[in-house]
């Protein structure tokens, strides 16, 4: 089975610093992909980033990144820069096959 | 382009009774997929499509039945509600036939409650 594991329900950080989420997942597949999803109040699901398993080269997308360490199956994503309208909850998820799996969610919030 | 949309976005059931929540998307994707959202447990799927006439379950499938008859609409029954079910209910869709890596669109979410 798989499994997803954000161990931070919650998290504040200072307007424009860094902060870092955590995610780890358990998984016997070798080819797999993962992502953070971002909701926002409004509820809508929004993709962040992605990354594919078979690339050792970390994704980044503008002030979001993420630092995958495939042997740890750790997944974290790091927010530079951080704005108020980052404030939300962030969901890790892997994806394999047609199977989908999400992990419980940070909240995050950005304090002015 | 509408994107994914869901119809209703609220809706209050008693234990027992029948509905079906509607999905939709304009995208011309091959994938679509029903998640539901509870508290403290992020998104679980409950059933997908790789296409016209072909569904197969998730991580959750029990009490739901799906459909495909067209590329456009996936719609979720439930055919006896239980308050088990009350929950906020996703549908998402992607590009891509067997879904991997592509980027996937959600829906606005319907709330679903069951009395």
């Known amino acids: 089975a798989q499994t997803v594991t954000q161990s931070q329900p919650e998290m504040s950080v200072q307007e424009a610093e860094t902060v870092t989420l955590s995610c780890t997942y358990d998984t016997s597949e070798s080819n797999y992909y993962l992502f953070w999803y971002k909701q926002p109040p409004s509820r809508q699901m929004i993709l962040v980033i992605r990354?594919?398993?078979?690339?050792?080269q970390n994704a980044t997308e503008n002030r979001f990144s993420v630092n995958f360490q495939k042997a740890a199956k750790s997944f974290s994503l790091k927010i530079s820069d951080s704005q108020l309208g980052d404030t939300a909850m962030y969901f890790c998820a892997f994806q394999t096959g047609n199977q989908f799996y999400f992990g419980t969610g940070t909240s995050l919030t950005v304090i002015p | 382009n509408a994107g994914v949309t869901q119809t209703p976005k609220f809706q209050v059931l008693k234990t027992g009774q029948s509905m079906t929540l509607q999905c939709a998307q304009d995208?011309?994707?091959?994938?679509m997929s029903w998640y539901r959202q509870d508290p403290g447990m992020g998104l679980r799927l409950i059933h997908y499509s790789v296409g016209a006439g072909i569904t197969d379950q998730g991580e959750v499938p029990n009490g739901y039945n799906v459909s495909r008859s067209t590329t456009e609409d996936f719609p979720l029954r439930l055919l006896s509600a239980a308050p088990s079910q009350t929950s906020v209910y996703f549908c998402?869709?992607?590009?891509?036939?067997w879904g991997l890596g592509q980027k996937r669109f959600f829906g606005p979410g319907t709330r679903l409650t069951v009395l």
């Open positions: 998402a869709s992607s590009y891509s036939t």
């Open positions: 995208m011309n994707h091959e994938y």
């Open positions: 990354q594919e398993a078979y690339k050792q």
